[in-house]
């Protein structure tokens, strides 16, 4: 099958440029997707199809994506500015990146630490987002917990043993790659073999300094307090094999953010777009379709 093909572009912001990957029909409304980390890029939205199969490619047949790298991640740079790399600005990126598509609103595909920077810019831009697709996130740091007990319960002891020595040591770009290969069992319903592992993280680019300036902010988040304004249409996606962030955590979003429902993909880890991608396609593409009609308190 032959899956649109992902197109590489720079956005200019304020005094700095950040990279975008688009694919789909390019004069469609654009879809912004919010990639995880905080540190990694959004090239694991588009893996190796022969490795991987299409990823986000096969929403991008009816749906424009535009995922673009967070400031100083990936071929994203750095403002001159005091604390450039601030929770906050990287917020402000997201009106930014909208307001240079040229769109009044615009629909969000979040991943992981993604989900946070949507639900903080729905908050503060609460008209912007036409729509939320929260992917493999939690309201609170609480997931922490869990990920270590799978830490100790899934993974070998001498990879336990490693993790231990890394996380001793300053994070750098080659220790947080590291951190990342050896925790992907638990990202997954199918561990992948090595060489789907090598495809997968190759081409993405870790930067420690981001992750260590934003580490501190996310230390104690708690965003359930503030989840009853948000006003947009959610959809709150998980894979029910995911260690990292598990299900449990996410499910707390029930009750609190008002206008999210909830999907569950049963042979997913924290990648469901990876290893479901036809499925994670129809669910989202239809959201973003219909969803809008969603009125508070239950999404259409």
Partial sequence: MTWPEVRIREI?????????REAGP?????????????????SYFFPDTEAWGPGLRALAREHR???YDQRGCG?????DQDQPLALSRHVDDVDAVRRALGVPRVALVAHSFGTVLALLYALRFADAPSHLVLVGGAPTRAFQAGFREAVTED??????ERLRELVATDLTDETFRERFRLTLPLYFHRPPDAARADALIEPIHFDARVNRALAAGLQDYDLTPALPHVRAPARVIYGESDRVVQPR???EFGGKLLTARFVAFQE?????????????????????????????GGAA
Avoid at 28 to 42: E, I, T, Y
Avoid at 155 to 160: D, H, R, S, T, Y
Avoid at 268 to 296: I, K, T
């Fill in 155 to 160: 993974l070998p002891a001498e990879v336990q």
């Fill in 26 to 42: 390019a004069d469609a409304p654009p879809v912004l997707c919010l990639h995880g980390g905080p540190g990694m890029d959004g």
């Fill in 268 to 296: 997913s880890g924290h990648f469901p777009f990876l290893e479901e991608p036809e499925p994670f396609a129809r669910v989202v593409g239809y959201f973003l379709d219909h969803g809008a009609r969603a009125a508070r």
């Fill in 12 to 20: 200019p912001l304020d005094g700095f440029s950040v990279l975008a």
């Fill in 75 to 79: 071929g994203s740079g750095v403002p």
């Fill in 65 to 67: 994506l535009v995922a």
């Fill in 249 to 251: 955590y996410q499910r």
